[in-house]
């Protein structure tokens, strides 16, 4: 997968150059859960700003965000008409503030000033754009907790509804630039998701964490398979083994 990474931080890059100074690149990065979406994208990241870094004309640089930062928080959920189903589904799409996440992707849509690109002038605050995001401490998102400058001019977003097709979600999804989905065979995402769930704490067992995985998880897969806009690119991720390990540890 660090072949794949470095090809694609290049590409990337190589948009980003053809990219108008005054707009962003937004790439949108999906995928079943378990298909190792973050150990991806922060390779993909680390790749990119390596070589934005050598690059002496450059002034910009990459950000990842997570889409779990618009989690609906617990006391959110527990307002629900049946709050016990909407705990037990955290992690479904309607579970997600869906038009937060959209009113974000428009803001990144909005001009940025070449002006202030790597200098902290006052017209850099004023476009600083703020991304919530999930703390697995508290079991809740925090308001404000990534900041997005105007020479973060290439913005990755990862999580599992970044371009669903379906409202609200479609109006970002028709807004990035790219929508990146990675793949992995069902069984290998139910067995790292079982041992996920066990060593986080998350289920007691492995035949609890079966049944979370067998009744959430992976319902909540195909349900983006099936619902989500046609991707940019596809990206195999079900035989690598430094992914597996990864999401094993």
């Known amino acids: ?14 948009k980003l150059w053809q990219t108008p100074l005054d707009s962003r690149l ?7 859960p378990a298909a190792g979406k973050s150990s991806f994208c922060q390779r993909l990241l680390r790749n990119i700003n390596s070589i934005l870094e050598n ?10 965000v997570g889409l779990d930062g618009w989690h609906l928080t617990r006391a959110e ?8 189903l909407a705990h037990e589904r955290r992690g479904i799409h309607w579970t997600f503030d869906g038009k937060g996440y959209v009113a974000f992707i428009h803001a990144l849509r909005l001009p940025v000033s070449p002006s202030s690109f790597k200098t902290s002038s006052v017209d850099d605050h004023v476009q600083v754009i703020t991304a919530p995001a999930f703390s697995h401490a508290l079991k809740d998102p925090t308001p404000d907790a990534v900041s997005i400058h ?8 990862e999580g599992l509804y970044t371009f669903l097709s379906i409202p609200p979600w479609s109006e970002a999804a028709v807004l990035l630039d790219e929508r990146w989905f990675l793949r992995v065979d069902e069984a290998e995402a139910c067995r790292r998701l079982v041992l996920r769930h066990v060593e986080t704490g998350i ?19 195909r349900f983006v398979v099936e619902n989500m806009m ?12 430094e992914i597996a390990r990864e999401l094993d540890s």
């Open 230 to 241: 046609q991707p940019t690119r596809f990206i195999e991720s079900v035989n690598d083994p």
């Open 1 to 14: 997968m660090d072949l794949i990474a470095q090809e694609l931080a290049s590409d990337l890059v190589d």
């Open 77 to 84: 959920l527990s307002l629900f008409p049946d709050p016990e």
């Open 150 to 157: 105007p020479y973060n001019r290439l913005v990755l977003i």
């Open 26 to 32: 937004i790439v949108g990065i999906a995928g079943s």
């Open 55 to 64: 690059d002496s004309s450059a002034r910009h640089s990459a950000i990842l």
């Open 203 to 221: 289920c007691p067992d492995e035949e609890t964490a079966r049944l979370r995985a067998e009744g959430n998880d992976l319902p909540n897969a």
